[in-house]
């Protein structure tokens, strides 16, 4: 017995919607986002690198400074200048009878 076969016809049928636009929105949408984070982030890195410098600044004029008090330290600390002052203020070498050693 002869199958008969059947021949089909592959036409195409029409989508009953039409295609969504909600996907390229938000890919539009994600890409501008992404712009807007990388610029934020490139300027904050660009303000936290002008604090740097300014921090750096600061860091060497306190080293400066601390360096100018040191020295201003040694020179008031000298042996020479405490023995030119102690006479003003009535200061003199302890007597042998005033020094005390502790056994």
């Known amino acids: 017995m002869p199958r ?3 021949v089909m016809s592959r036409s195409r049928k029409k989508p009953s919607a039409p295609p969504s636009r909600l ?6 949408a994600a ?10 982030i490139r300027l904050e890195i660009t303000q936290e690198g002008y ?3 300014a921090l750096r ?8 400074r601390n360096q100018q ?3 201003e330290l040694a020179e008031l600390e000298s042996r020479p200048r405490l ?10 070498p302890a007597s042998p009878a005033q020094v005390v050693v502790m056994p």
């Open 4 to 6: 008969a076969v059947r």
């Open 23 to 28: 996907v390229p929105a938000i890919l539009a």
């Open 31 to 40: 890409i501008v986002v992404t712009g807007f984070v990388t610029l934020m």
């Open 51 to 53: 604090r740097l410098s």
């Open 57 to 64: 600044l600061q860091i060497r004029d306190l080293d400066n």
């Open 69 to 71: 008090l040191r020295l």
């Open 83 to 92: 023995r030119a002052l102690a006479p003003k203020y009535g200061l003199a």
